[in-house]
């Protein structure tokens, strides 16, 4: 693993490693105990979107590593306007030992990583969103669901964290259903990928379908970063597929409810249901952290 790009960059592994790096490492951090492994190593974070979390998460977990951060905002370094992509990562490469970048196209951080010289992580792209996963089925885990014995629906656009999620679901062994409206659903090279790995992955248009005997329900917005403009057409194609306490009821008892944050509040998810006791939307925000400083370590330093 030298780029974190796609869930594909991992194998099983990998991501149980990770995982028991990152318990180990939120241990020390609830125990105050220092665990500077990254001191003296520099983080360059690239961004073409806005960010609350990626940002936030990268930063302190730097910090906490003993390491440092510098945010490039998207008027900063203007990715392929003001300097081509590659000369950007030419330059960074020279300076900072590390690069995190969220992206419109995932062919940017795929030419970073090729140019750099240094270990380039997705902070989100068109494609795929690998560090939310990660944190998302840790979480899972976290709370007693073994991948091989979950059942995750995801209902709503076919988007980038929908991508990451069913990739991991296939290294993992995690069930995952897919509901979307016709015309949203996952990229089909994705899926196939994801079956390849052994996933069982499914896909239906309706999303009670969808979240029947499930042990989790995800979703996310309909229109994400860089789609505003078809905002209204979108609404209009996924209306049905809220998730809301109706909804909810269909799945197992007590199922958890997951969501990557930022939500639209009253399209995807109702406020009852982000806010209510079945929702893991804060413990995922939160092990965005945790997850992402086992990352970093693996890349950026020595093993933990
Ligand atoms: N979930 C997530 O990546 O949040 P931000 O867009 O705020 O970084
Ligand atoms: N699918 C969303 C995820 C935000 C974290 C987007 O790309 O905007």
């Not at 520099?42 to 730097?62: N, Q, Y």
């Amino acid at each position: 693993m030298t780029h974190f790009l796609s869930i594909l960059d991992l194998t099983r592994g990998d991501v149980e490693e990770i995982f028991a790096a990152a318990a180990r490492l939120k241990t020390q951090q609830k125990r105050g105990e220092p665990h500077h492994l990254l001191q003296g190593r520099t983080l360059a974070m690239i961004f073409e979107k806005p960010s609350l979390r990626t940002r936030v998460s990268f930063e302190v977990g730097m910090f906490q590593l003993g390491g440092h951060t510098i945010h490039l905002a998207p008027e900063t370094v203007q990715l392929g306007v003001r300097e081509s992509v590659s000369d950007v990562a030419r330059n960074l490469g020279r300076w900072v030992d590390g690069i995190m970048a969220r992206v419109f196209h995932q062919a940017t951080v795929e030419a970073l990583a090729r140019a750099s010289g240094v270990p380039v992580i997705n902070g989100l792209s068109d494609r795929e969103h690998p560090c939310q996963a990660l944190a998302d089925v840790f979480t899972l885990s976290e709370h007693g669901f073994d991948p091989k014995k979950t059942r995750l629906a995801f209902v709503g656009d076919g988007n980038n964290v929908c991508h990451s999620l069913v990739l991991l679901a296939g290294l993992l062994g995690m069930t995952i259903v897919v509901s979307s409206p016709n015309g949203f659903e996952p990229d089909l090279d994705v899926v196939q990928r994801a079956r390849a790995l052994g996933a069982s992955v499914e896909l239906v248009h309706v999303p009670v379908e969808a979240v029947r005997g499930a042990d989790a329900i995800y979703t996310d917005v309909w229109t994400s970063m860089g789609q505003e403009a078809e905002r209204e057409k979108r609404v209009r194609a996924f209306q049905g597929y809220q998730v809301n306490r109706a909804l909810v009821a269909h799945a197992k008892p007590g199922a958890r409810v997951m969501h990557c944050l930022p939500a639209h509040r009253g399209e995807e998810i109702t406020d009852d249901v982000l806010d209510g006791p079945q929702s893991l939307a804060l413990a995922q925000a939160e092990n965005r952290l945790h997850v992402q400083k086992a990352v970093l370590v693996r890349l950026l330093g020595r093993h933990v």
